[in-house]
């Protein structure tokens, strides 16, 4: 794992922290739908105002072509006001004299949110000057935005050498659950792979089977695992053209000895609607005007059999087409199980991609797991084998000894 300091190495008193969060949460008629992202920032802004810094929050919202009103995090602040239990300052921008006076302003312990960060197209350009104006603004950063650290823009990576640089709270315990899964596991390690496509999993797939010991495929994308072995998959959802590519995932497979598991039968319908008429169908028996939209009891049964013997388990998309039922069976059952096992101490379970959490959440076992990632893109991009710059670059932070550069004011 990436070595970087933590808040245990923090002396935040009377400091200005700059701290990267992700706020890029679900807003729909200027409130908050979706707090997840904020209440998992709670505990590092409590730690820092415990210890009496200032803290200033940067944090993207979106995709604005520039200032944009409806990109604006202000909607944002009164739900982190709720979470936190505490009042929150805003500024209307987060560089220059408008967040420099709004700093002035603050006591220790006290937190203010600054706007959208991307109202500057020098954010996703990581413009190193633009970078320097954040960092003029305080004394040390704090990077709590693992969603975001896949893009190296200037506020999750530039920033990060040009103060003194620490992971929060929710960065570090982000990584640690990862390496736990992937870098010293405890085996052996299971991965449930589903989601429509292997197009879009492509490196995750050719990288997790080297480090695995079993892979169990679900959703449209094992579709074209059984095309690539000679199945007929009738009209499922099935990337042909993937073939060799699935082929090629089989045999690095073979190569790391880890096992694939395929599903050996699935649900299927004739059009993909709810309650559409269903049939549980053996692989061998599926015609051509079906379609395989989730996987069979059979092959849940496998699963619940590999999850016995796994230790470990990653999870990344769902075994069928969950949000349209009956066509959740699969996804429903085996997030039960896992809980289950989670549960009774059995397995360390870890999952995460949008996708993935909807159908936890559909199940009711989020809060069951052994960690739930915030992140979709990081997520993948970890599991992927890929250094991420912002978590690199928290690895090149300034030593601790900087002196503040502005003095404590309370
Ligand atoms: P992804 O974003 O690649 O993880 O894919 C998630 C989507 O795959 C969900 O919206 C599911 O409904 C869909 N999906 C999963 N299994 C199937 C299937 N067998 N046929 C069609 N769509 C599926």
């Known amino acids: 794992m990436t070595s970087f300091k933590t808040l245990d190495v923090l002396d935040a008193k009377g400091k200005i922290v ?10 729909q008629n ?3 739908t979706d707090a997840t992202r904020i209440q998992r920032l709670v505990p590092t802004l409590q730690e820092l105002q415990k210890q009496g810094a200032r803290v200033v929050i940067l944090s993207h919202f979106g995709r604005p072509k520039g200032r944009d009103a409806a990109f604006s995090l202000a909607p944002v602040r009164t739900a982190l006001e709720k979470e936190l ?8 921008d987060c560089v220059g004299d408008t967040a420099k006076n709004a700093i002035k302003t603050l006591q220790n312990g ?6 959208n960060v991307r109202f500057h197209p020098e954010e996703t350009k990581n413009d190193p000057a633009f970078a320097q104006k954040m960092a003029d603004l305080g004394d040390v950063y704090v990077n709590d935005a ?13 920033i990060a050498r040009l103060l003194p640089a620490y992971a929060g709270r929710l960065m570090e315990a982000e990584l640690k659950a990862l390496s736990a899964a992937l870098e010293n596991p405890e085996r052996p390690v299971t991965a449930i792979v589903g989601g429509a496509k292997i197009s879009t999993k492509l490196d995750l797939l050719n990288n997790l089977v080297t480090k695995i010991d079993t892979l169990v495929l679900g959703g449209g994308m094992a579709n074209t695992f059984l095309h690539a072995l000679g199945t007929d998959v009738g009209a499922s959802l099935c990337e042909k053209d993937m073939a060799d590519a699935a082929r090629k995932i089989m045999e690095t497979a073979r190569r790391h000895n880890c096992r694939i598991l395929l599903p050996v039968d699935g649900i299927t319908a004739k059009e993909f609607r709810a309650n559409a ?20 009891p059979k092959s849940t049964d496998a699963i619940k059999d590999v999850l016995r013997q796994s230790k470990t388990l990653l999870w990344n998309g769902p075994l069928g087409a969950f949000e349209t039922p009956p066509f959740d069976a699969a996804t429903m ?8 096992l989670t549960q009774s101490g059995k397995l360390v379970s870890i999952a995460g991609g949008g996708d993935t959490i909807a159908a936890l959440a559909q199940a009711g076992t ?6 739930v990632s915030t992140a979709g893109g990081a997520f993948l991009e970890w599991l992927e084998g890929k250094e991420l710059p912002g978590v690199a670059a928290l690895s090149h932070a300034m030593p601790d000894s900087a002196k503040p550069k502005h003095p404590s004011c309370g």
């Open 366 to 371: 989020v809060d069951d797991m052994t960690y």
């Open 110 to 115: 006290q937190v203010l949110l600054l706007e």
């Open 85 to 92: 239990g505490a009042p929150v300052a805003f500024a209307d």
């Open 277 to 296: 008429p269903a049939q549980e169908k053996d692989n061998a028996d599926i015609s051509a005007d079906d379609m395989i939209l989730d996987i069979g």
């Open 30 to 32: 200027g409130k908050v």
């Open 146 to 158: 693992f969603p975001d650290a896949h893009r190296a823009h200037a506020s999750t990576e530039s």
């Open 18 to 27: 700059l701290l990267r969060a992700t706020l890029n949460v679900p807003v």
């Open 333 to 340: 059952d085996t997030a039960k199980d896992v809980s289950d």
